[in-house]
T-cell receptor
């Protein structure tokens, strides 16, 4: 069975550009999570959805970040405009009950 | 509020040694789940185990074993006869069992290096 799929795996962009990260959860899972991992702050939950509805976005750092889940098989995390401090690995995870399964992550570098 | 503490930032062992990774947690919830995840150098986060707060029975899976002690709020992870492929960052995590919250609270991770 396919796991959580994220694209792109690597993204290098310049400050001020828009960045869109994509996630396809495991089929049948009803929760989807976006995390950010940095050396300084570790793993941080940004936002999560249940049945495509955002439940808690208190971890979204600021208005430059937005996330959508238009259907059960797709979600995006957008940063506009991007800044160097947004450089991190962004993980998407999905779950059916409690156990979260993570995608391979997107390594973002903002120059 | 919940908190997970992994006091060991880095551990280095020689292959075939046993190693224990410590995890101590704090929660006001009476029921909760505990997890361990592995993050190898390739970067993905791999689920290893989930335990619920009802069940303090230790679990063994091959060379891996987990010791859950509610009295000391600890959920330690032991690797027996470590191998180079065990080198990774290991994260302990916690989530409440009741309610709608599904957030995982992660520890800061323990970097395990197994030397040949």
């Amino acid at each position: 069975d396919a796991g959580v799929i994220q694209s792109p795996r690597h993204e290098v962009t310049e400050m001020g550009q828009e960045v869109t990260l994509r996630c396809k959860p495991i089929s049948g899972h009803d929760y989807l999570f976006w995390y950010r991992q940095t050396m300084m702050r570790g793993l941080e939950l940004l936002i999560y959805f249940n049945n495509n509805v955002p439940i808690d976005d208190s971890g979204m750092p600021e208005d430059r970040f937005s996330a959508k889940m238009p259907n059960a098989s797709f979600s995006t995390l957008k940063i506009q405009p991007s800044e160097p401090r947004d450089s991190a690995v962004y993980f998407c995870a999905s779950s059916l009950s409690t156990t979260q399964y993570f995608g391979p992550g997107t390594r973002l570098l903002v120059l | 509020a919940q908190k997970v503490t992994q006091a060991q930032t880095e551990i280095s062992v020689v292959e075939k040694e046993d190693v224990t990774l410590d995890c101590v947690y704090e929660t006001r919830d009476t029921t909760y789940y505990l997890f361990w995840y592995k993050q190898p150098p390739s970067g993905e986060l791999v689920f290893l185990i989930r335990r619920n707060s009802f069940d303090e029975q230790n679990e063994i899976s091959g060379r891996y074993s987990w010791n859950f002690q509610k009295s000391t709020s600890s959920f330690n992870f032991t690797i027996t006869a470590s191998q180079v492929v065990d080198s990774a960052v290991y994260f302990c995590a916690l989530t409440p069992m009741e309610g709608s919250a599904r957030q995982l609270t992660f520890g800061s991770g323990t970097q395990l290096t197994v030397l040949p």
